[in-house]
């Protein structure tokens, strides 16, 4: 089995899990707890703030641990709107968003604010003057994601960050996929609000962190007892907080290595495969693009049946299901791929434990299956 797809997930890194087993097996105390047990649990998890606040560049108060990705995400969106709804309805976003801002911006829309959601370019990328263009008297957000999980391409976010700070409006990214794999520093990114999902970064599933910048103002999503500073109620996950604290520390750690080496082997893999397949297509920038993903499309082949005759290779395609129904994913409509082009995508993304033994082999692979996918199709 060769996996290619750490855009979907990443497996839990060995330093992690030896992180968290002295809180699953010994220091199972409540940080909330005024005793021994309880003060071991709340350093831990403030060492682990620190941990990942370390890897964003920013100051520890500044991070917020949440249930994952999904719940940053919506946490945002929601908590602006509601605490600045006195100042506008407006929203602004893009068209290849991850579904945990689509989704939260269509609620809003349902119940009564505005969302501008902008076009991308071929390459997927945002252009800040359509910010710019967007922006009205009652904006209180611009959340546009960091880079795109399908193509990896990694959009302008200082220059938009720029935009909206220039008019006083909050903007907020999505980095679930960037974090970890390029430099995510929250202050040169010009955000007020970022986005952490522990399990594209070797922490469990069920982690998550958001950056809220000193004084960005945000309804809590979640009421409570009033844990993490008033932000986020409910009890400390200490295990999974320090999970992700460990992974950031990794991460941070690897940082320049790993963006080198990988992408060298997501070269590797593009270079094999169109030497054999040359009129495959690349979805997503050339250069400004996530080091580990490759987006590539055989022009009139199903990118489903070619992962079908691959059953040792783990991808994915550029296809969604639903319902049963095929369709192109919605990030390559946004980019104006055609159909003939983006059904045959598949996404291969390469992570830490990716050797270059397995790149030769999954480029083997996948050349006989395409190769053996354009004989059945003609």
Request: net charge negative; glycine share 10%; aromatic share 6%.
């Amino acid at each position: 089995m060769i996996y290619l797809d750490y855009n979907a997930t990443t497996p839990v890194d060995r330093e992690v899990a030896a992180a968290m087993l002295p809180f699953i097996e010994e220091k199972w105390g409540n940080p909330g707890s005024s005793h021994q047990m309880g003060r071991e649990a709340r350093a831990a998890v403030e060492t682990a703030r620190g941990q990942v606040a370390g890897l964003l560049g920013c100051r520890p108060q500044e991070v917020v641990f949440t249930g994952g990705g999904t719940e940053s995400n919506n946490a945002v969106l929601k908590g602006v709107v509601h605490a600045l709804r006195k100042k506008g309805r407006h929203i602004i976003t893009s068209g290849i968003e991850h579904p945990s801002i689509l989704q939260p911006a269509i609620f809003l829309m349902e119940n009564g604010w505005e969302v501008t959601f902008l076009p991308v370019d071929s390459y997927g990328m945002v252009d800040p003057d359509d910010v710019r263009r967007s922006l009205r008297k009652d904006t209180v957000l611009v959340s546009i994601m960091h880079a795109n999980n399908e193509t990896g391409t990694i959009q302008p976010v200082v220059e938009i960050g720029a935009v909206a700070r220039e008019h006083g409006i909050y903007f907020h990214s999505d980095a679930a996929q960037s974090v970890g794999k390029v430099e995510t520093d929250a202050e040169d990114m010009n955000v007020d609000f970022l986005t952490v999902a522990g399990h594209k970064v070797y922490a469990p599933k069920g982690i998550g962190a958001l950056y809220i910048r000193e004084g960005a103002e945000l309804e809590p999503l979640l009421h409570g007892a009033g844990q993490e500073g008033g932000r986020r109620a409910g009890t400390e996950n200490v295990i999974l907080a320090v999970a992700l604290g460990a992974a950031c520390a990794v991460a941070a750690r690897r940082l320049h290595d790993e963006t080198n080496r990988q992408r060298s082997l997501r070269n590797q893999l593009f270079e094999g495969i169109t030497s054999e397949i040359p009129d495959a297509v690349l979805n997503g920038h050339k250069d400004k693009r996530l080091p580990n993903t490759l987006n590539i499309a055989f022009p009139g082949l199903a990118g489903g049946e070619i992962l079908d005759g691959i059953p040792g290779l783990c991808a994915s395609t550029g296809a969604a299901c639903h319902d049963r129904s095929v369709t192109l994913s919605h990030v390559l409509a946004a980019m104006g791929v055609s159909r003939e082009v983006g059904m045959g995508a598949i996404r291969l993304t390469v992570g830490r434990y990716t050797t270059e033994e397995e790149i030769h082999r999954a480029v083997s692979w996948i050349v006989a299956a395409v190769k053996k996918t354009k004989k059945r199709s003609y």
